[in-house]
């Protein structure tokens, strides 16, 4: 089981970025995918969130700013982020895990490498 993410880079405060997340080696239909972010001396945090229903869950600090997207059918996974801050700078990572209860309190089992966004001033 492979999660694979990309699109990271260096953005200028203001500006978009799109991530996206692959997975391969099972389907994933039946789990829970998002985005969590670890910038440097901070513990890592849940972003985004979707499940197959298309229910979606958003960290207070990215509403409005960011949107997870996905396709069940193809395993992937995205993140559209506008609007970015120097605030949002960290290294990103996508992970699995299977449902249940709340969106937010997903076991997430399974995690892709980080990929690096930069925000400058």
């Known amino acids: 089981v492979q999660l694979q993410a990309s699109g990271g880079g260096l953005v200028q405060a203001g500006g978009s970025l799109r991530l996206s997340c692959a997975a391969s080696?099972?389907?994933?239909?039946?789990?829970?995918m998002g985005w969590f972010r670890q910038a440097p001396g901070k513990e890592r945090e849940l972003v985004a969130a979707?499940?197959?229903?298309?229910?979606?869950y958003y960290a207070d600090s990215v509403k409005g700013r960011f949107t997870i997207l996905r396709d069940v059918a193809k395993n992937r996974m995205s993140l559209q982020m506008n609007t970015v801050n120097p605030e949002d700078t960290a290294v990103y990572f996508c992970?699995?895990?299977?449902?249940?209860?709340?969106?937010?309190?997903?076991?997430?089992?399974?995690w892709g490498q980080g990929t690096q966004v930069t925000v400058s001033s």
């Open positions: 992970a699995a895990g299977p449902i249940s209860g709340l969106l937010p309190d997903t076991r997430w089992d399974y």
């Open positions: 080696g099972r389907t994933f239909s039946s789990y829970d």
């Open positions: 979707i499940r197959w229903s298309g229910a979606s």
